[in-house]
């Protein structure tokens, strides 16, 4: 129907000589301005929820990092007011009134405001604003680097490498055939770690993941024989197929960093990072994650398709018959060091995070242990989690300092993973990301 939207989606304009016409996404009033401000950001008089006016899919810059929406604005950081074409109210909400045109505060990524349930992750992860720190280049150069073999999936992109300088985890959903082994060998040659696989089957016993001891016949004595568990960068294809004993060799080795076999501790090298994968489709001979396991992951990324374009340049680039290492080998060099990671890892701790925004953080994940919809909220490692991805975020974007729009762009993928839905809530057909969007929309965002 013309002139109407979904919430949380562009507004969709309506004709009109001088003026433009169009739904709010979040209270879905009828909303006026004048047509020369089509493509600018503006603040909605009713629900203060900031959007894009009038922008269409082919006029859309790129998007926030993880393509969420900036759920709620502080009055510092608004924008373009919005007049009201249903409002009774009378002149202060009049369209009489020219209003003031801002441009968009420097904390804020360039782009338009999506639904979190539309495609994650379209933006271009250049589009940061923010001084040009070691860090801010360190980001830059990884990103174009594994754009060279690596096409798309800005969200999966972004998102690990959120973890990766945070010392956190990824569980990745997705559908098979979107290049997730690919993935993590390119990031492994640019980050000049070693990476590994470990391909989770029903049989698949813990020894077979931490290694374990063998009899060595020249000296007459057990020694312990290292599992694939012992790399940088692992994929744990397919996580959700093993049952949970499988799934608790993984729990010590990702919270501590090492192995206990014989009562003896083997320490995995630094920097660490699993990248554990689960298809969303298909549930025949799969085991549900267990909550502990499910919580020892920093972020849960949901890898779409891509879009036509990006698609188009991964028939050019993969139908070569070209062997995939020599071109790793050959196209890709390696852009940092484990050492550099580890020190990257280090100063991202100094990022500065308002006393206002732990408390904003803390507000959000409490709330989800009181939200009627879910029958058990975030753990404080949730907090933990965002709070650390929140400076790491900052540091990629050149700042020193963590601002709200961090948080709310994190809050996804660190706690649609850490929540369950009540029964009634699934039967009456409520997502996650949904409930989670209500929440967030509810706490008010600091002014700092």
Not at 5 to 18: I, L, Q
Not at 227 to 255: C, V, W, Y
Not at 273 to 295: C, H, K, M, R
Request: aromatic share 6%; net charge negative; with cysteine.
């Amino acid at each position: 129907m013309s002139g109407s939207s979904y919430p949380g989606e562009p507004p969709s304009p309506v004709a009109d000589p001088g003026n433009i016409e169009f739904t709010c996404g979040g209270c879905g009033r009828q909303l006026k301005v004048p047509a020369t401000l089509v493509g600018r950001r503006a603040k909605c008089p009713q629900c203060g929820i900031v959007q894009r006016i009038g922008a269409t899919d082919d006029q859309q810059p790129a998007a926030d990092p993880f393509g969420q929406s900036l759920l709620q604005i502080s009055d510092e950081q608004a924008e373009t007011p919005i007049a009201s074409a249903q409002s009774p109210t009378g002149p202060a909400e009049s369209p009489a009134r020219s209003p003031e045109v801002t441009t968009a505060p420097p904390s804020l990524p360039a782009g338009p405001e999506q639904a979190p349930s539309t495609r994650l992750g379209d933006a271009l992860l250049s589009d940061f604003a923010g001084r040009e720190t070691e860090t801010k280049k360190l980001f830059d150069r990884i990103t174009e680097e594994i754009g060279k073999i690596y096409v798309g999936q800005q969200e999966l992109v972004l998102g690990s490498l959120v973890a990766l300088f945070s010392s956190g985890h990824v569980l990745i959903e997705s559908v098979p055939g979107l290049g997730k082994t690919l993935y993590v060998r390119t990031l492994g040659r640019v980050m000049g770690c070693d990476c590994g696989r470990i391909q989770f089957t029903a049989d698949l016993m813990p020894s077979d993941i931490t290694g374990a001891p063998i009899f060595d016949m020249k000296t007459q004595e057990f020694r312990f024989r290292p599992g694939p568990i012992f790399t940088q960068f692992l994929l744990a294809d397919e996580i959700n197929r093993s049952p949970a004993k499988t799934h608790a060799a993984l729990l010590e080795i990702m919270q501590e960093y090492r192995v206990t076999v014989d009562g003896k501790s083997h320490r995995i090298e630094r920097p660490f990072l699993v990248l554990a994968t689960q298809n969303p489709i298909e549930s025949e001979g799969t085991y549900n994650l267990p909550e502990a396991q499910l919580d020892r992951f920093m972020f849960k990324l949901v890898a779409d398709y891509p879009q036509a374009d990006e698609e188009i340049k991964i028939l050019d680039l993969h139908s070569r018959q070209v062997d995939m290492n020599e071109q790793l080998e050959s196209e890709i060099s390696p852009i940092t060091s484990p050492e550099e990671i580890l020190r990257v890892t280090r100063e991202n701790s100094d990022v500065r995070v308002d006393p206002r925004l732990i408390d904003y953080i803390n507000k959000i994940v409490r709330l989800t242990r009181q939200w009627p919809q879910f029958h058990m909220g975030a753990s404080p490692r949730a907090g933990i989690a965002l709070m650390q991805s929140a400076r790491t975020l900052a540091a990629f974007a050149g700042r020193d300092y963590a601002v709200p729009d961090d948080v709310v762009q994190l809050a996804l993928p660190s706690l649609r993973h850490r929540v369950i839905l009540t029964a009634e809530a699934e039967v009456e057909g409520h997502s996650v990301d949904e409930l989670l969007t209500q929440l967030i929309r509810t706490v008010e965002v600091p002014r700092l």
